[in-house]
């Protein structure tokens, strides 16, 4: 009987697979100026604002974890990262870079932790509930001065990403038990830093390329999005939901109060957690418990966010001013971000020839 009810259940997955597929399939055909207009758009966002803000922390991030550089600043930080998480002192690093990096960045270097055996299984589950941050580089430049017009609403953001971020690190100490010492994996021998620094530069490359597909995918449904809903609030907290970056930029399109970008900063977006998803090989998450971590984050952050307001009130004729034109970070259109661009594809091309030795739980995702 049981055997019966998997097989129907498995049967009406597939069914919805395959409408859902046809239905994507036909969008694509009755509407294709529109799905190139929003890969376009996705294309142009990657090389402004997630390249050149994201790739260099994403391979500084690894670079730490596989040069055996996080494990020694780890036993400087051993107490602080016990007493705080309930976490081994080579955790601290990472969450430092998580911080400073943006979403991705400490998904990775957790990840690394846990091939290189410095964390277990449950400790990089718990770490991959907060681990998970918009960085500055992003919040200040792209959506404080690009989007809101305002470094202060930028650094209110910021502080309520990082403090919210810390908040739900404590709140997860309590959910889980460290593994003692003596259980642990065999620590692997760290390479060397040449070694490391070409493996970490091909992990974060690949990272991006699928981070930037992710992007892309998400800015197609977006666009087909608006063919049906009518421009305004709607198509707002949509593009909210799904794409953090179009997400914050609609958001300030339509004034809306700064607690809403914090809480959709701490969300992150299905995009983003979705690129998340795709890079944790075989380890065991729970993506409804992953997705409630999500939540609770933007809600902490858009507490934080208010807060923060009436304590220091950022310039309405700044914060509320709609954007009119497109996005130039100050990182978009410089020499560092082509160099960024190039060697992240060159890295690629010359990776794929062969099969990959950078870290992953015994299969490759990324």
């Known amino acids: 009987m049981e055997r019966k009810r998997n097989v129907q259940a498995g049967f009406w997955r597939q069914a919805v697979l395959l409408a859902v597929s046809l239905g994507a ?22 090389l402004s604002v997630l390249v050149p803000s994201l790739f260099p922390f994403m391979v500084l991030g690894v670079f730490l974890v596989r040069s055996g550089a996080a494990a020694l600043l780890g036993r400087v930080l051993e107490r602080p990262a016990r007493f705080l998480f309930r976490l081994p002192g080579a955790c601290a690093p990472v969450i430092l870079m998580g911080m400073v990096g943006g979403y991705p960045v400490g998904a990775r270097g957790t990840m690394a932790l846990l091939a290189a055996g410095e964390i277990s299984e449950e400790e990089a589950r718990r770490m991959l509930c907060f681990c998970v941050n918009a960085g500055p580089a992003f919040v200040l430049s792209a959506v404080g001065a690009g989007f809101l017009h305002s470094p202060q609403a930028g650094g209110i953001l910021l502080a309520a990403q ?4 810390l908040l739900l690190g404590v709140l997860c100490r309590w959910g889980g038990k460290p593994s003692p010492p003596a259980r642990r994996p065999a620590r692997k021998p760290a390479p060397s830093a040449g070694e490391a620094l070409v493996l970490s530069v091909s992990d974060a490359c690949r990272s991006m390329v699928i981070m930037c597909c992710f992007v892309v995918l998400f800015a197609v449904l ?23 970056t179009g997400g914050c930029r609609d958001l300030a399109a339509v ?45 902490l952050a858009a507490l934080a966010a208010f807060l923060l307001c009436l304590a220091f009130p950022p310039p309405a004729q700044e914060v509320f001013a709609n954007t009119a034109e497109p996005l130039a970070p100050a990182l978009a259109s410089t020499p560092w971000a082509a160099a960024a661009l190039l060697l992240s594809c060159a890295v690629f091309l010359l990776s794929a020839r062969r099969p990959s030795q950078g ?4 299969r490759k995702k990324i």
Not at 32 to 44: L, N, Q
Not at 224 to 234: M, R, V
């Open 255 to 299: 004034g809306a109060p700064l607690w809403m970008a914090a809480a959709a900063l701490g969300w992150g977006g299905l995009c983003v957690q979705l690129q998340i998803f795709s890079s944790l090989g075989r380890l065991r998450l729970s993506f409804l418990r992953f997705a409630l971590f999500r939540l609770l984050h933007g809600v």
């Open 162 to 165: 990082l403090s919210s971020g």
């Open 25 to 46: 399939g036909l969008a694509l055909s009755l509407w294709p100026e529109e799905a190139a207009a929003g890969a376009a758009g996705g294309i142009e966002v990657c």
């Open 222 to 244: 977006l666009s087909f999005a608006g063919l049906f809903l009518p421009q305004g609030w709607a198509l707002t907290l949509l593009s909210a939901l799904l794409e953090v």
């Open 359 to 362: 870290f992953t739980c015994k």
